[in-house]
């Protein structure tokens, strides 16, 4: 068993699903707010690794889908910048496990955690991709 720390949008169904998946594999889920953590931007660019800065987006932010934010634009100070100011802009869930980080659910050490599994794309992404509004906002 490995403990996880979980950093995610409170509410947010594909989060809750993905911690499921976590917990079913054995491990502890230590959920955190993505919203509240008094985030640095050199502690918040150790979960991007050497991802492209695209990548780290939330491709569900209402500033990304608006086109306000266009993130293959963005240069890495300034999308961590705009993250630290705006946290709905980051990819998540952020993870921590076993000394490792990262951004997403696709990517180690999540891979490694679930084992072999075909269907971790049904839980990347928003559960509610076509939605004219966003999300509440959590309490």
Same mark, same amino acid.
């Given at each position: 068993?490995?403990?996880?720390?979980?950093? #995610?949008?409170? &509410?947010? !169904?594909?989060? $809750?699903?993905?911690?499921?998946?976590?917990?079913?594999?054995?491990?502890?889920?230590? $959920? %955190?707010?993505?919203?509240?953590? *008094?985030?640095? &931007? #050199? %502690?918040?660019?150790?979960?991007?690794?050497?991802?492209?800065?695209?990548?780290?987006?939330?491709?569900?932010?209402?500033? /990304?889908? +608006? &086109?306000?934010?266009?993130?293959?634009?963005?240069? *890495? /100070?300034?999308?961590?910048?705009?993250?630290?100011?705006?946290?709905?802009?980051? %990819?998540?869930?952020?993870?921590?496990? +076993?000394?490792? @980080? @990262?951004? !997403?659910?696709?990517?180690?050490? /999540?891979?490694?955690?679930? !084992?072999?599994?075909?269907?971790?794309?049904? /839980?990347?992404? @928003?559960?509610?991709?076509?939605? +004219?509004? *966003?999300?509440? #906002?959590?309490?």
């Amino acid at each position: 068993m490995t403990t996880v720390v979980f950093y #995610e949008k409170p &509410g947010c !169904g594909t989060n $809750a699903r993905q911690k499921l998946m976590l917990e079913r594999a054995g491990h502890e889920v230590v $959920a %955190r707010s993505l919203l509240t953590e *008094p985030w640095t &931007g #050199e %502690r918040l660019r150790a979960f991007f690794a050497d991802t492209p800065v695209a990548a780290w987006f939330n491709p569900a932010s209402p500033r /990304v889908k +608006s &086109g306000e934010i266009k993130p293959e634009t963005v240069e *890495p /100070v300034a999308a961590i910048d705009l993250m630290l100011e705006d946290p709905l802009l980051i %990819r998540r869930p952020l993870i921590e496990a +076993s000394g490792q @980080c @990262c951004a !997403g659910f696709d990517r180690e050490p /999540v891979l490694s955690l679930l !084992g072999q599994r075909d269907d971790l794309d049904d /839980v990347q992404g @928003c559960t509610r991709p076509d939605a +004219s509004t *966003p999300c509440p #906002e959590p309490r």
